[in-house]
């Protein structure tokens, strides 16, 4: 695994690789005909989401841009989440439960490890 460079944003296609690569027996989906650029990740054996992709305004974030952002929602543990919301491009939810979910943008604030690590424990949250 190469490092990340500072400030490089993984992108979708990373981020799917090392979600296809990672873990085993899940399902993608697109469930919102209206919004093609949202891609779940979810178990095949339950169903339960653990990752869910969008593009989003980032003024959805607090941001000051209306830009539109690539972001992940994960799935987290609820002791934790003050302590990853103080990290750079971790945020509260958006348009899921702030106590349980976090919204990390994918435009390389948050590192490639911090979002892989995320990425593990909401798989293991919403395992059977």
């Avoid at 989401?49 to 972001?71: C, E, P």
């Amino acid at each position: 695994m190469t490092p990340q460079k500072e400030g490089i944003p993984m992108t979708r296609d990373e981020l799917q690789t090392y979600i296809n690569t990672q873990f085993s027996s899940i399902e993608t989906d697109y469930p919102w005909v209206t919004l093609p650029n949202y891609m779940v990740y979810r178990h095949q054996s339950n169903r339960k989401w653990f990752a869910l992709v969008m593009n989003i305004s980032s003024d959805k974030l607090g941001l000051s841009s209306t830009a539109m952002l690539d972001v992940l929602n994960v799935k987290c543990d609820p002791t934790m989440i003050g302590s990853f919301t103080k990290e750079p491009g971790i945020y509260l939810a958006y348009h899921m439960s702030k106590a349980h979910w976090l919204t990390i943008a994918l435009d390389g604030t948050a590192s490639d490890q911090t979002i892989k690590m995320l990425l593990d424990m909401s798989f293991r949250l919403t395992a059977k």
